[in-house]
């Protein structure tokens, strides 16, 4: 019986597969260069390099720290494979950022601008360049994009750890980053996208507010409803399993945020130290911020409550790094960690199984960072927007730029994403079985246990 199901869902993925590729082959083949490698000849910037290298590995560096961050939060019987999700990213998307992502994101326009390509972005062949503007090789600058593409699905599994098949995870994610990712990159950061190009001086998202978190957040929530609660979820207590292991990766994901925000600075200068600065403050605040918010509401504070606020703060200043000063910093991280904290509320009152608060840290202070980080710009950026909007700009103005952006990014997530857990459940399957479930993703799923030890408390 099992062998006929899986046969039929195996038969049914073949024409998915199939078809996927051909579109990709059919643009690989295309007559012409839909968009001219870059092929200046100019010094490269060894000091802009060498910082961008840095910031490639701080960002690579927040993968396994997500994965200890994650890992912790679960039960025994689930360590190992919640932190697979982390490490399966690395390498499955690390894989498909060069063979097309970095093509779909930064390429030209195609498809009306749905998405960008470039024949000689795939597989990276022809970007034996230096990117004039940067004074970076161009193979830097692919390879520090490349890691926003891999963490973001990384950050997704959060929303449903604990209850899917590790082959369904892998065909997700791999599905989601081509069709969620790596699209709504190219919106947003390539010179051709529609969201690069609104208003005055297009939507201002400095680090993945949109593409990274919002995505993130709500891809994630779309399915944690769609797949439904963990067994027994809520009448029984689901306890982190090593908080130990949580406090730490959330000291290396603060650690590698410098070279998240700072890094998208593409240089190595002011804009680059008021980035850091500011990821710096805001992660300070919103930890701060959850503190007191603890203390009164709870008479204490915990671990897992300031964990939830640096990374609050860290969310809601990605967006905003490159624009505001640090007072505004402190504001944002600040109201983040409280506008988180009654989101987590409201998620009780309304019973749904965001495992790990994806959609209640990333999608909730993504969206108020996107939006609130109008409050707090500084002024020089708003001389810049009026004289590239010919004498004014307003905040309102650029208020209606950030929704455009904000409500793109979240009806785009929910009906695509939507459709690729629909796929992925017809076909391979994505929830575990009940049986599977209790016992737990290490032992059903990998054979292993996280601890050596067999616990499925």
């Not at 300031?306 to 910093?329: E, N, Q, R």
Request: hydrophobic fraction near 55%.
């Amino acid at each position: 019986m099992n062998c006929n199901i899986e046969s039929r869902r195996r038969s049914r993925l073949y024409p998915v597969i199939a078809g996927v590729g051909a579109g990709f082959l059919s643009l690989l083949f295309a007559s012409g260069s839909l968009c001219a490698a870059e092929t200046a000849q100019v010094a490269v910037d060894t000091g802009t390099t060498a910082w961008m290298l840095t910031s490639t590995a701080l960002v690579l560096l927040m993968v396994p720290g997500l994965a200890m961050f994650y890992g912790g939060l679960v039960r025994t019987k689930n360590v190992l494979g919640t932190m697979m999700h982390s490490f399966a990213a690395m390498g499955i998307i690390g894989v498909l950022w060069v063979v097309l992502g970095y093509s779909m994101a930064f390429g030209k326009n195609v498809f009306g601008g749905w998405c960008g390509w470039n024949p000689d972005y795939f597989f990276l062949k022809g970007i034996d360049t230096v990117i004039t503007s940067a004074g970076i090789p161009e193979y830097v600058f692919a390879m520090f994009q490349g890691k926003f593409a891999i963490i973001t699905p990384a950050l997704i599994a959060g929303a449903f750890a604990e209850r899917v098949s590790f082959r369904g995870y892998c065909l997700y994610i791999a599905l989601w980053s081509i069709f969620v990712y790596n699209p709504l990159c190219h919106w947003v950061w390539a010179e051709g996208g529609w969201i690069f190009n609104l208003g005055a001086s297009g939507a201002i998202d400095f680090a993945g507010g949109t593409v990274v978190h919002i995505s993130a957040g709500i891809s994630g929530l779309v399915a944690a409803l769609y797949l439904g609660s963990r067994r027994d979820y809520p009448s029984t207590a689901m306890h982190p399993n090593n908080l130990v292991m949580t406090l730490m990766g959330a000291g290396l994901l603060w650690v590698g945020w410098f070279g998240f925000n700072a890094g998208s600075a593409v240089s190595s200068g002011l804009a680059t130290a008021q980035a850091l600065t500011a990821t710096q403050v805001a992660a300070a605040a919103g930890a701060t911020a959850w503190l007191i918010i603890e203390a009164i509401h709870l008479g204490k504070a915990t671990t897992l409550g300031i964990v939830s606020g640096i990374l609050a703060g860290l969310v809601v200043i990605t967006p905003a790094a490159g624009v505001v000063k640090p007072a505004g910093a402190i504001a944002l991280g600040m109201s983040a960690s409280l506008v988180c904290y009654l989101g987590l509320f409201i998620k009780e009152k309304l019973g749904y199984d965001d495992s790990l608060d994806a959609f209640g840290i990333h999608g909730v202070a993504g969206i108020f960072g996107a939006l609130a980080l109008v409050l707090f710009i500084r002024q020089g950026w708003w001389q810049e927007a009026a004289s590239a909007a010919g004498g004014h700009w307003s905040l309102l103005q650029q208020f209606v730029v950030q929704f455009k952006a904000v409500a793109a990014t979240i009806v785009y997530s929910v009906v695509v994403s939507g459709l690729i857990v629909i796929v992925v459940e017809k076909t391979v399957g994505f929830r575990m079985k009940e049986s599977a479930e209790k016992s737990g993703m290490d032992h059903t799923l990998h054979g292993e246990h996280g601890y050596g030890l067999i616990n499925l408390n």
